[in-house]
């Protein structure tokens, strides 16, 4: 069983590393404060584990389904659009600031880190989809399990965003205010485009 449990382990690590690292707005975001903040990715990932670590317990204790009604989906998907729209212009509007005083949102990267994932339906979508038979599979080998599966998952999420920022501030004395200009003008196009998106999708 232990050599099937890190099987299993190894695998969910795969998977959370696939999503993790596909670009979005909490990829952009971490772009954005990491500019400033070499591990602001540390702070992101704690903000995220604010809303992922409940939720994956509230997944183990039977309420999925919540997170699947479509009245709950359309209002996740509208107030998170919003919130990522706003979000978006917040950093087009900072834009035009000089070098010194690079684009920036508006909140510290703990609080950055609970919005980009609250806001996103699609986090609870994959929660209540990918997620729960994860979930599953890990209750099979006992509740210790379970918690051993939730640090690997996290530790995806830690791991990936604190190389996104640390990376970007390391190499921000390279960025000339063309570069800092067409870069933070995609992460705001990122953030502002994904609102749109949950915004609008979950409407048809």
């Known amino acids: 069983m232990t050599a099937s449990l890190g099987l299993f382990l190894l695998s969910a690590a795969g998977i959370s590393l696939s999503g993790v690292m596909l670009p979005g707005p909490l990829t952009a975001a971490t772009i954005a404060k990491g500019?400033?903040?070499q591990n602001a990715g540390i702070f992101?990932?704690?903000?995220?584990?604010?809303?992922?670590?409940?939720?994956?317990?509230?997944?183990?204790f039977g309420f999925a389904h919540f997170f699947t009604f479509p009245e709950v989906k359309r209002a996740i998907g509208l107030a998170g659009g919003l919130m990522l729209i706003a979000m978006g212009l917040m950093v087009l509007w900072n834009i035009r600031k000089a070098q010194a005083d690079a684009a920036d949102?508006?909140?510290?990267?703990l609080v950055t880190g609970i919005v980009m994932t609250g806001a996103n339906p699609y986090?609870?979508?994959?929660?209540?989809?990918?997620?729960?038979?994860?979930?599953?599979?890990?209750?099979?080998?006992?509740?210790?399990?379970l918690v051993i599966f939730a640090v690997v998952h996290w530790s995806c999420d830690l791991v990936w965003e604190q190389f996104v920022?640390?990376?970007?501030?390391?190499?921000?004395?390279?960025?000339?205010?063309?570069?800092?200009?067409?870069?933070?003008?995609?992460?705001?196009a990122v953030?502002?485009?994904?609102?749109?998106?949950?915004?609008?999708?979950?409407?048809?």
Do not use: D, K, N
Not at 105 to 109: I, N
Not at 167 to 183: D, E, G, K, N, Y
Not at 191 to 204: D, K
């Open 105 to 109: 949102l508006p909140y510290s990267s």
């Open 44 to 60: 992101i990932a704690l903000g995220h584990a604010v809303i992922e670590l409940p939720l994956m317990a509230l997944i183990y």
């Open 191 to 204: 953030l502002v485009g994904f609102g749109v998106w949950f915004g609008v999708s979950v409407f048809v």
């Open 35 to 37: 500019y400033r903040e």
């Open 165 to 188: 920022s640390m990376s970007v501030f390391r190499t921000r004395h390279l960025w000339t205010q063309r570069v800092q200009r067409i870069v933070f003008g995609i992460c705001a």
């Open 123 to 145: 986090f609870f979508l994959w929660w209540a989809t990918i997620g729960i038979a994860l979930i599953a599979t890990a209750a099979q080998f006992g509740m210790w399990a």
